[in-house]
């Protein structure tokens, strides 16, 4: 039964995936597009995916890798069940975002850009999300915390960490 | 078919086709300039900025691989500042990687270590990095230490425009840059590389070699590009 | 025989006789600022509000653009009464109801006759708050697409180049090239076919003008690519946005859907023989991709590096065919200028910058949101009397513009003239527009730092003084703020500014040093204070309690 | 008459002695050599203390260790010139190739994991190694700089004999790293 659902479920992510490669008449350029899709039905660049859209496009496989590990927006490992994304942008920064970032990261014991080894939390710092007035901010799975304050996201953090481990 | 032009290199009156570069006319006129990333025969891609010249006119310094000559042109490759600033690059290509000379299969053949002698840097001011890189020996008859690889991309140009494998490319951005085969997987298990050791022998210090090469051993053979290049033109 | 002209009429009709039906126009900002604040769940109280007070008929609810005053969402507009309402929340939307006809809500009230709003010119946010960015028949109702249709039945490409030319609009993107001399050369390239792109991949920190405009204004930046692909004959084009606004990707795509339905877009384009096909793009985070080779580079789906120029994109761009690339704002001026006419144009901003700038204010000001003034208007102008000043009696330290490539202004220069010259003659830029207001509280050398791991981790990593040299002045930089360098490191970051500046391949690392160079340049004493006397005078960078040397 | 014989030294920090083996190479001009200087302190005369007042002192080897460090910084502040001399001064050379690694990981390797009965890593006797080995110039200013793995005997003698005449010698044409 759970073996069958999962294969359906795994079907709909290729035919999304083959879908946005039709779109484009499967022309090479449309190589970030396809990655988009395939990190929208993944949650990342699947190694799987990447061979498979190499194939169907006609790229070479280290383009492939060199397009996935170029752009920020793409993920090449499983990220978390939730996200934390700590807005670094200028006015974040003058007003205190750096600590921010540094109190989440020992209360989650995690680096920007890292997944806790539990899968719970993605760390993640974004150039602006351009909310400056609101500075320093941060998103909890796109909820904003505005004006935060290293205690406050700590403790938010460590809700969702200390979930875990109890 | 193409148009002569008239030019001036560092004084000197030259002349040379309008299709060809700074750099074409100097050296056929045997006027040094200092290059890195090109090659003969591979595209240009103007990324080691050696070749950096002033033009007359022109308020930014220009590379000579990339830009072509053009009537009446002024140029001027030996000037302080551009002395001053092929002593920094070349610092700075030192200070990224980790280049021990003295125990490199290429010493005493590379490109980088004439070229510190030929700019004048003796020593390098800048701190250096350190990097933790990777060295991937699986391949059954060469080796990729990218302790070494300063980033010039003539392996994966020759791979990709001579060869047609594409079996390199750059991972990552920035100073985490790096040469990647296929999805960053070993060379040796790679079904895209023909083991045709192009990118060995374009290789212009020792971050490709073959097996089994020590110390000053390893010998890079490249007239075959100017070659290949030419009877593919002909198809 | 169909007439492009008597549709965009009747639709213009249809829509004054709708909204003549409502008394009241309540527009609930539907930008991407306020609608993180919950603006969306205002709309549909207010909506049912009305509804159950059986007002549905007597006033309209509808999703309109942002204000500007960004701090003050989400913010809801009623017409014809001009109140603006800040800060609201869903359970506003009774009194708000109630008070209609009546005197405005107290609590919920912000003046719009203050400096904020008075000051103001615009050409760009236009009826800012006033058009539905999701319908089409907002912005016709509102003279839109006329521009257009004057552009193709009664201009010749030239004429609409010479149109522009004369104009005097510059690229609003950086570097305030002259669009109409770009549009000329794109024009005079040979191509089996022609490409415009619309970058809008803005990614200066602290910078969401572009965003502002595709997300409220989309049918007047496609307008302005539409004109701009008749001047220059292009018949394809793309709209690059980043992949960080996926709300400007949903509402341009369904602004193209809109245009193209109307014929404004596609095959025999309003019934001439003018074809442009529309796509949009979606970045995925690189900034570099904003320079204009990256950003090809990425739209032909490769990784975002640039290439030496020449041959620049107008001669050879997208795959090597020839190509216009305008950053958003430059677009969203386009028909305005040949609705009202170049001289008209001409009349605003100063001698060399013409028109008006919008400008995203941040940082430490009152009055902190998007707004849009004359070029030539004075910092002081901008930050005290639009901007409300500095909060909490604070005093006024340094302004940042032009982004990780700009600079910082110091207070001597609060009487500059905002235009491309005058900015670039105290070591900043314009940029794209974002304008971050720094305070007494504020470290410099941090500053500098901070906009350093920035160009650092944003570097492409292909030409060597940049990917090497920005890592080595950002180690600098941190050593600086640690208390741990020596005057020969500030010798040493002043040469990798000047190497890195002059050689690097790109705007990227080309503007990288700014920052450094011009906060060296006005505040160089808090460096030696730092180095010298291990001190931080703004009291932000934390020394080990002994000093290391 | 006794004319002032110039006061010459060499130090040697962290390399394999290949740059004094070089410069003893010079063979028969050492002798011309010892009648202008004096050898004041060197790994090869039996020196104990580190003379005050030295003209040149040419210093082979990288700064690795806490008493590398110490000893260059005293050098430094009684030598007029400073000479780097050979690659593991002027670069780091092999012994820095442990640096992307760290100190733990080569001390581990070194002293524990290599089947020695009973390991230990020393802590009395032999001196802390610094985190990074650095180049010379990297501690202390650096007067002339001699790259090469050695340098060869030639620019050795060429570069002492230059700055006993009163002149900064001029090593661009002569060597390079590595060889």
């Keep these: 039964m759970q073996t069958s659902t999962l294969v359906s479920a795994e079907d709909k992510r290729w035919r999304l995936i083959r879908a946005t490669m039709r779109r484009h008449g499967f022309a090479a350029n449309a190589l970030i597009e396809t990655l988009h899709t395939v990190q929208e039905a993944f949650g990342y660049l699947d190694e799987e995916a990447l061979r498979y859209v190499a194939k169907e496009l006609r790229i070479p496989l280290s383009r492939v890798y060199g397009v996935a590990t170029f752009y920020n927006h793409f993920a090449m490992k499983p990220q978390g069940e939730h996200h934390c994304v700590v807005c670094l942008g200028t006015a974040c920064y003058i007003r205190g975002g750096s600590r921010v970032l540094e109190a989440i990261e020992k209360a989650a014991q995690v680096k920007a850009g890292e997944t806790t080894p539990d899968k719970k939390l993605s760390l993640l710092v974004a150039r602006c999300v351009g909310l400056c007035w609101l500075a320093p901010v941060a998103l909890f799975d796109d909820e904003v915390a505005s004006e935060a304050t290293p205690e406050e996201v700590a403790q938010k953090v460590g809700e969702w960490v200390d979930h875990v481990s109890s | 078919m193409s148009v002569v032009v008239t030019l001036k290199i560092n004084d000197i009156d030259v002349s040379g086709q309008e299709d060809e570069t700074i750099l074409d006319v100097a050296r056929e006129h045997d006027i040094y300039i200092p290059t890195m990333c090109h090659l003969d025969g591979l595209s240009s891609v103007g990324a080691c900025r050696l070749c950096l010249v002033e033009v007359k006119g022109m308020n930014r310094l220009v590379t000579a691989c990339t830009v072509k000559v053009a009537e009446g042109m002024e140029v001027y490759t030996e000037t302080e500042r551009l002395k001053k600033y092929r002593r920094m690059l070349v610092e700075m290509l030192f200070s990224e990687g980790n280049h021990i000379c003295s125990v490199c299969v290429v010493n005493g053949r590379c490109e980088l270590q004439s070229m510190a002698g030929r700019v004048g840097v003796q020593h390098i001011t800048l701190p250096y990095y350190n990097p933790l890189r990777t060295l991937d020996t699986t391949h059954e008859r060469f080796v990729i230490d990218r302790n070494r690889c300063i980033l010039c991309t003539r392996c994966v140009r020759v791979c990709d425009e001579i060869e047609g494998a594409h079996t390199w490319d750059l991972g990552g951005r920035g100073i985490e840059s790096h040469v990647v085969t296929d999805l960053n997987t070993f060379w040796g298990d790679s079904p895209t590389c023909t083991g045709c050791s192009k990118c060995v022998h374009v290789c212009p210090t020792g971050a490709l070699f073959e097996k089994g090469r020590s110390v000053t051993e390893m010998t890079k053979h490249r007239e075959f590009l100017p070659y290949l290049t030419m009877m593919r033109e002909k198809k | 025989m169909y007439l492009p002209e008597d549709e965009l009429q009747r639709i213009d009709e249809e829509e004054r006789l709708l909204k003549g039906q409502y008394k009241h126009h309540i527009h609930v900002c539907l930008g991407a600022n306020c609608l993180n604040a919950h603006s969306a769940q205002v709309l549909s109280a207010l909506e049912t509000e009305a509804k159950a007070r059986g007002l549905e008929k007597v006033c309209s609810v509808t999703g309109g653009g942002c204000r500007g005053l960004c701090v003050a969402g989400p913010t809801v507009t009623l017409e014809p009464d001009n109140v603006l309402y800040g800060k609201v929340q869903p359970n506003d939307a009774g009194d708000i109801i109630a008070s209609l006809g009546g005197e405005p809500v107290e609590r919920l009230n912000r003046p719009t006759d203050n400096p904020f709003f008075m000051r103001q010119q615009r050409i760009v946010r236009e009826m800012e708050g006033r058009l539905n960015p999701e319908r089409i028949e907002d912005y016709i109702a509102a003279g839109g697409y006329k521009s257009l249709l004057k552009a193709l039945n009664e201009m010749t490409p030239a004429e609409v180049i010479n149109e522009i030319t004369r104009s005097g609009l510059r690229g609003r993107g950086g570097a305030g090239y002259p669009t109409g001399l770009k549009w000329k050369t794109v024009a005079k390239a040979r191509g089996e076919h022609k490409y415009v792109i619309c970058n809008g991949d803005e990614g200066d920190p602290g910078a969401f003008m572009d965003r502002s405009v595709m997300d409220d204004f989309p049918h007047r930046l496609l307008e302005g690519i539409i004109i701009g692909a008749y001047a220059v004959g292009a018949d394809r084009g793309y709209l690059y946005v980043r992949a960080e606004y996926p709300l400007s990707v949903k509402r341009l795509q369904l602004a193209i859907r809109q245009a193209q339905k109307q014929n404004l877009l596609g095959n025999n384009i309003a019934g001439t023989a003018f074809n442009f096909d529309l796509q949009v793009r979606v970045g995925a985070g690189a900034y570099v991709c904003g320079e204009e080779t990256a950003l090809i580079a990425s739209i032909e789906g490769k990784r975002g590096q640039p290439r030496p120029r020449p041959p620049y994109p107008a001669e050879s761009g997208l795959w090597g065919y020839p190509t216009l690339i305008n950053n958003v704002e430059t677009f969203a001026n386009i028909g305005a200028i040949i609705r009202n006419g170049s001289a008209w144009y001409a009349s605003i901003g100063t001698e060399k910058s013409k028109g008006t700038k919008v400008f995203a204010l941040t940082g430490t000001v009152s009055h902190s949101g998007l707004i849009e003034v004359p070029m030539g208007t004075t910092l002081r102008e901008i930050i005290f009397d639009i901007g409300g000043g500095i909060p909490d009696g604070r005093k006024f330290k340094a302004a940042q513009t032009g982004g990780p490539g700009g600079g910082c202004i110091p207070e001597q220069y609060l009487d500059l003239s905002v235009d491309f010259e005058s900015l670039a003659s105290v070591g900043s830029m314009m940029g794209s527009g974002g304008l971050v207001i720094m305070d007494d509280r504020t470290c410099m050398v941090n500053v500098a730092k901070y906009f350093l791991e920035f160009c650092k981790s944003e570097s492409c990593g292909k030409c060597i003084p940049c990917r090497v040299g920005t890592a080595h002045m950002f180690d600098i930089l941190d050593k600086i703020t640690k208390g741990e360098a020596t005057l020969d490191d500030l010798t040493l970051l002043e040469e990798l500014c000047d190497t890195v500046k002059h050689t690097s391949l790109c705007g990227l690392g080309q503007s990288a040093p700014n920052p450094v160079l011009s906060t060296l340049r006005f505040f160089r004493d808090e460096y030696i204070a730092h180095i010298v006397d291990h001190v931080c005078p703004a009291g932000v960078c934390e020394f080990e309690k002994e000093a290391v040397r | ?179």
Excluded at chain 4, 47 to 59: G, I, N, Q, Y
Excluded at chain 4, 98 to 116: Q, T
Excluded at chain 4, 121 to 137: A, D
């Design chain 4, 1 to 179: 008459m006794t004319t002032q014989k110039a006061r010459i030294a060499t130090i040697w920090l962290d390399g394999c002695s290949g740059c004094h083996m070089s410069f003893l190479d010079i063979d028969e001009r050492l002798l011309a050599l010892a009648k202008v200087a004096d050898l004041v302190y060197s790994p090869l005369v039996d020196h104990k203390k580190f003379p005050e007042d030295v003209a040149v002192t040419l210093v082979e080897g990288s700064v690795s260790s806490t008493e590398d460090l110490e000893k260059i910084k005293h050098v430094r502040a009684h030598s007029k010139f400073i000479v780097s001399m050979g690659d593991c001064a002027v670069t780091g050379n092999v012994p820095s190739m442990r640096n992307p690694l760290g100190v733990d990981v080569i001390l581990r390797r070194a002293y524990l994991e290599e089947g020695l009965e009973n390991p230990q890593i020393p802590s009395l006797v032999v001196p802390k190694l610094l985190p990074l080995v650095k180049p010379v110039h990297a501690v202390v200013k650096v007067d002339v700089y001699v790259p090469g793995c050695p340098p060869h005997a030639e620019t050795l003698f060429y570069v002492v004999s230059e700055l006993l005449a009163g002149r900064l010698p001029d090593l661009t044409k002569m060597t390079r790293f590595g060889v």
